[in-house]
């Protein structure tokens, strides 16, 4: 599938605009967001948009929204109350656009549970799972449910591998539901797939036309692709195109096109994949609003593409101000 290539007038036409990034707020992923809003103004800045950042944990943030009345919000947040619908939400009823997925997408791919079902419903292929409550199901109850003994305990709603155990033994399982600090006590156990760690990107609206980057490998030098091993420096190599033969590539860029479309994301998204050693794929999850720092993977797979930070950008705006 190919890109259509950005304009000189696109780029020109987005240079007068006033983006308001909004970044930061109270999520786990607080840090990660901050990093996401200061390549996006620096990006924006150097395209010679007038950029103003507001942090979403200081609640003044509506008001200087409302009184600034931007061409644009940028959502530079990552996790709960922002990735979630919530602020989507909030930018529907100020009447102003926003960049990314909009509220029910947003809320179908946070919440993990309703994303498998949907999924599932479609045939595309994911983990088996369940939503339990800390002490509800024994350990051992739920492998047979599952069928493995091999668990992962995730939180049901919230990114960037936050709280995110592997479980493989019973000494383990409850503990794996206090890491997962979920405020209901509730977690989503999945059998684990064991094999290759792969994500692929998309950019355009699910109504079309949308399309897919190269997809990146994943190599984790330590255990499994967990909060530390994407934010510590040489803790992960990525290999971007992954060495895939072409059936495969294929179908994992299809896996997260579906994804997109089924889930009816906007903009940009990104799915995360596992590849069993006999070729078949599993989707794990889909991120509306994944990291854009200089070091995140959306960037890397567009380079791949031949597509720099400030052309990405640009189609990301372009989305946002079609829809």
Do not use: W
């Not at 369940?130 to 109850?141: C, T």
């Not at 936050?162 to 979920?182: M, N």
């Not at 949308?210 to 255990?223: C, H, R, W, Y």
């Not at 997109?260 to 999850?285: F, M, N, P, W």
């Amino acid at each position: 599938m190919t890109l259509p290539e950005i304009t000189a007038t696109a780029a020109r036409d987005i240079s007068k605009l006033h983006i308001a990034v909004l970044q930061g707020g109270t999520s786990a992923e607080r840090e990660v967001s901050l990093r996401t809003g200061e390549n996006v103004s620096a990006t924006y800045r150097e395209l010679g948009c007038e950029v103003t950042v507001l942090d979403a944990a200081d609640l003044d943030f509506i008001e200087k929204l409302r009184a600034l009345q931007p061409d644009l919000v940028f959502i530079a947040l990552h996790g709960s109350a922002g990735e979630d619908g919530t602020i989507q939400g909030l930018l529907e009823i100020l009447g102003l656009p926003y960049t990314g997925s909009g509220v029910l997408a947003s809320a179908l791919a946070m919440n993990k549970q309703v994303s498998k079902q949907l999924f599932s419903h479609f045939g595309l292929r994911n983990p088996r799972g369940l939503l339990l409550k800390s002490g509800r199901e024994s350990y051992e109850a739920v492998c047979t449910m599952l069928g493995t003994s091999s668990l992962v305990v995730k939180p049901n709603a919230e990114g960037s591998s936050v709280g995110v155990s592997l479980v493989e033994c019973a000494q383990d399982y409850e503990a794996a539901f206090s890491q997962a600090a979920c405020p209901d006590g509730q977690a989503l156990v999945e059998e684990c797939i064991t094999g290759r760690e792969l994500t692929v990107a998309v950019l355009g609206d699910a109504e079309g036309p949308a399309f897919p980057l190269p997809v990146i490998e994943i190599i984790p030098k330590t255990e499994f692709y967990h909060f530390d091993n994407k934010y510590t420096a040489h803790a992960t190599e990525y290999v971007v195109p992954a060495d895939l033969d072409e059936a495969v590539t294929n179908a994992c860029m299809q896996l997260a096109l579906d994804a997109h479309v089924v889930l009816g994301c906007q903009g940009y998204s990104r799915s995360d994949i596992k590849l069993r050693a006999d070729g078949t794929a599993y989707l794990l999850e889909t991120n509306t609003l994944p990291g854009l720092t200089s070091t995140s993977l959306i960037p890397k797979a567009a380079a791949a593409a031949g597509i720099d930070m400030a052309d990405l950008l640009i189609r990301i705006a372009q989305y946002a101000l079609n829809k």
